[in-house]
């Protein structure tokens, strides 16, 4: 999962890549989940992202706060908070609507 997220982050923002704001290095093992959330979508009138649009959003964020921040010194900073949060699973339960 982690290996694909790289992937997916360099396919959407080569140039935050290539300017260095995307420090896009290391693997990270990860455990795959599988889980039903059909009924929680159906009660709850929501439909869940798929690992593509989540990445999407949350690395999207990153780089519209590392470009802002970046003159203050603090990119660096929120490069190493996100990449632990993706590496940890903070992107697990984003919804459509939540975000972007």
Do not use: C
Not at 9 to 37: C, N, Y
Not at 76 to 84: F, K, P, Q
Request: hydrophobic residues 45%.
């Amino acid at each position: 999962m982690w290996d694909d997220a790289l992937h997916i982050a360099r396919k959407h923002f080569p140039e935050a890549v290539a300017k260095g704001i995307l420090p896009l290095g290391g693997s990270t093992p990860a455990q795959i989940l599988r889980v039903d959330g059909s009924r929680a979508e159906k009660v709850f009138g929501f439909k869940y992202r798929d690992f593509e649009a989540q990445v999407v959003s949350l690395v999207g964020h990153y780089v519209d706060v590392a470009e802002k921040t970046a003159a203050k010194g603090v990119a660096n900073g929120v490069a190493n908070g996100v990449a632990n949060g993706v590496a940890n699973g903070t992107m697990n339960g984003l919804v459509n609507g939540s975000s972007r």
